[in-house]
């Protein structure tokens, strides 16, 4: 009986023993992914959507991807992230930018800003076009300072004129995406 018992305890340990083996083994390792240093601007999709037309006017779809082209390009021309060589690697980047308003997911809505929604996908191909790398992001939610969340909750964003930062906070977020491709 009491060798059935040790015999057991053994067991007991060598299964146990098993378990934290088998929880520290590595996984291979993906292989490393080399882009150029500078990319070449291939294809920049941007799409809106909202939950309801509001009765004052905001940035279309066309002055929004405007906008958002043009602060891409000054910023990663800045950080001398993009060329028009032709051996370069080319990146399409493709947004989903949701318009909120204040109250969109109740029976009260309202046509005051609130937060956007942001989806993007930064796609590096080679100068062939073969896909290398992609990033995407999901659920995105741009957040505003002490007095912006005073403004949305107060319904005083009411011009065209926040969706400016809105979008230079999305173009920031795509740069430093591209920027760190090359630094891992």
Known sequence: MK???R???YLFVVVFAMLF???GSTQPSAP???VSKQLKIDKIEFNLTEFHRSEIVYHTRNELEALF???LSTKLKE?????EDLNADLVDIVIEYQRRYVGDATPLKSDSLGYPNYEYK???KNN????LLEKDRKNLIFKGGFAMNLQVIAGTLRDKKYELEFIEALSNTIVAEIDALNKK
């Open 3 to 5: 060798n059935i018992k």
């Open 7 to 9: 015999s057991l305890s």
């Open 21 to 23: 083996v088998g929880c």
């Open 32 to 34: 490393q992914i080399f």
């Open 69 to 71: 082209k043009n602060d």
């Open 79 to 83: 950080k001398d992230l993009i060329t």
């Open 122 to 124: 930064v796609i590096v």
């Open 128 to 131: 062939k076009g073969k896909e």
